[in-house]
């Protein structure tokens, strides 16, 4: 067992999977809703609006688009870009095309042994499907 810092409150908790101790947690968690909620309700906030509004910080707003937990809304259009080519998207890291680009690399790899290709195709469609 292992008993952390949490780098949030300073409180020692027990370390199990989530860097913070469960208090932060729960809160972040209320947090990253009451964003949920405000963009929802709000379409035409942009993230410095969205920050202002609910206390988080952009960079932590970016953070919630890039692991896919919180689509943009149509006043964030156009602040969150994609890694690679640098067009607008929505949520996530890549857009579309460079989704398909990147899983199609993965493919190939696969694709050297015939008995693994179907599973790999499923998952990476199944990927592409999310990522919209
Ligand atoms: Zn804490
Ligand atoms: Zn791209």
Redesign the pocket.
């Known amino acids: 067992m292992e008993i952390r810092n949490c780098p949030r409150c300073r409180k020692v908790f027990r370390y199990i999977t989530s860097p913070v101790c469960p208090d932060c947690e729960k809160e972040e968690e209320m947090l990253f809703e009451t964003v949920v909620d405000y963009v929802r309700e709000n379409p035409d906030s942009n993230l410095a609006a969205v920050s202002l509004a609910t206390g988080v910080s952009a960079k932590k707003l970016l953070r919630y688009v890039r692991e896919g937990r919180l689509e943009i809304s149509k006043g964030m259009y156009g602040e969150v870009?994609?890694?690679?080519?640098?067009?607008p998207?929505k949520k996530g890291r890549?857009?579309?095309?460079?989704?398909i680009?990147v899983n199609r690399q993965v493919e190939e790899v696969f694709c050297a042994d015939g008995k693994k290709y179907d599973g790999v195709r499923m998952h990476v469609m199944d990927r592409i499907k999310r990522a919209r």
Do not use: H
């Open positions: 870009r994609c890694e690679k080519c640098g067009v998207i890549y857009c579309d095309s460079c989704v680009s």
